[in-house]
């Protein structure tokens, strides 16, 4: 079946360090792929989407791109700030309006100053 | 973005009792809603799908008669947790979806005694 591994976390890093969070995942045919957010308090917001291979979804300084070949969709910031803390969600869907969303089981992501 | 607020933010219950949780969309009409749950550390799990006017979808080993979803109106879906026991406590989350993009509540944990 369909389904998205993630980075366990939590995971710390100092203010302006280089992100990664690694994604992988398992789908038949050819799932669109998301990372939400989820900031303390709030509801999950969309951060960048990637519908096809090799196109990189990119928003507020974070890059994902989708590898087929990989079955990854890594996300990445250059340079992080302490307003990044929050829970990060893969997510992938294979359906066209988005409907049925599998996550992954989320990445906690705290920023030192 | 379109926002979704969910209520309760939290709540406590005695083990039989039943708990609503409401789900509304505040700018914007949602036909379809989603009903998902987490456990601690894990993927957000679909529950069921809210149609609006109809009755809901419920996913594969999810007991309709114990989460009641009431869709009355383009803007409010209700949950409610019938005779809950302490094997239902976890954090509920809903979305309602425009434009193809599904927007989240923040989430409701449900904490039963």
């Known amino acids: 079946g369909n389904s998205v591994t993630q980075m366990e976390g939590p995971v710390t890093l100092s203010e302006e360090a280089f992100l990664t969070i690694n994604c992988t995942y398992t789908a038949t045919g050819y799932p669109s792929l998301f990372w939400y957010v989820q900031y303390p308090g709030e509801g999950l917001q969309l951060l960048l989407k990637?519908?096809?291979?090799?196109d990189k979804g990119s928003n507020k300084g974070f890059e994902a791109t989708y590898r087929k070949e990989t079955t990854s969709f890594h996300l990445e910031k250059g340079s992080v700030q302490v307003s990044d803390s929050a829970v990060y969600f893969c997510a992938l869907s294979t359906d066209s309006s988005a409907s049925k969303i599998i996550f992954g089981s989320g990445t906690r992501l705290s920023i030192r100053p | 973005g379109a926002v979704v607020s969910q209520h309760p933010s939290r709540v406590i219950c005695k083990s039989g009792t039943s708990v609503k949780i409401e789900c509304r969309s505040l700018d914007f009409q949602a036909t379809t809603m989603f009903w998902y749950r987490q456990f601690p550390k894990q993927s957000l799990m679909l529950m069921a799908t809210?149609?609006?006017?109809?009755?809901?979808?419920?996913e594969q080993g999810v007991e309709k008669d114990k989460f009641l979803i009431n869709h009355a109106s383009l803007t409010l879906s209700t949950l409610t947790v019938t005779s809950a026991h302490p094997e239902d406590s976890s954090f509920y989350i809903c979305s309602g979806t425009t434009r193809d993009i599904q927007y989240f509540g923040a989430g409701t944990r449900l904490s039963v005694l």
């Open positions: 809210s149609n609006e006017g109809s009755k809901a979808t419920y």
């Open positions: 990637a519908t096809k291979a090799d």
